[in-house]
């Protein structure tokens, strides 16, 4: 008799729970699309100069993309954040195939990032000790919603001037049919509610 007690009373919770559950799961899947239709597509460069460039690392494209605002005379110092401790602005230049030569006075790198956090503080930081007042942030296309989110929260006073870069193995058209692309989308959202929320300071090296 206890037995079916139990039973009744696991059945009955599972039911309960379940259209909370599903709201839950809507809710998400509904922020899921928001959150991929607000990712930066491909298309005219944003006008304007800026005081300073930062590039984000962490994926392909964006030093390069850095590298070339700053030769073409668009940046006027760049600075790159969560550079490996150990690594010069020499060796960036040699991963880059760029020889050392003018562009090497106006590099400057950041090594205490690991985050996203940790990039918005150190470039917040950068910004203060030149006193600059815009700045263009490059960083990945789908990397950008949460970038600039944690910038603007540290750097109100800044003008940001968003720069994504596209990596090739992005799919970002029809994400939903490319699993890989689909799983860095949903990754990525899961990491900007928690930005949103504010708690994206307090996750050690997760974000």
């Known amino acids: 008799m206890m037995k079916m007690r139990r039973r009744r009373l696991v059945r009955r919770m599972l039911w309960l729970g379940l259209p909370g559950f599903c709201a839950a799961a809507l809710l998400w899947i509904g922020g899921l699309v928001w959150f991929a239709a607000i990712i930066p597509k491909p298309g ?17 494209g964006r030093l390069d993309e850095g590298l070339r605002l700053l030769s073409s005379g668009r940046a006027k110092r760049l600075f790159i954040s969560g550079v490996y ?5 020499a060796a960036l230049l040699g991963l880059a195939r760029r020889k050392p030569g003018s ?3 106006c590099i400057m790198l950041g090594y205490s990032a690991d985050n996203t956090v940790g990039n918005a503080r150190e470039t917040a930081a950068w910004m203060k000790t ?25 750097m109100p ?3 940001l001037v968003p720069h994504p870069v596209f990596p090739a193995r992005f799919k970002q058209s029809q994400w939903w ?31």
């Open 44 to 60: 005219p460069g944003l006008a304007g100069d800026t005081d300073g460039t930062v590039v984000l690392t962490g994926g392909s």
């Open 85 to 89: 401790r150990g690594v010069d602005v």
């Open 103 to 105: 562009l090497e006075c």
């Open 130 to 154: 030149q006193g600059y007042n815009s700045l263009r942030l490059i960083t990945a296309s789908y990397h950008m919603p949460r970038s600039l989110l944690e910038f603007r929260r540290l």
């Open 157 to 159: 006073n800044v003008r």
């Open 177 to 207: 049919m490319w699993p890989g692309t689909a799983g860095l989308i949903a990754r990525e959202y899961n990491k900007f509610v928690v930005a949103v929320i504010g708690l994206s300071g307090s996750g050690g090296g997760l974000l």
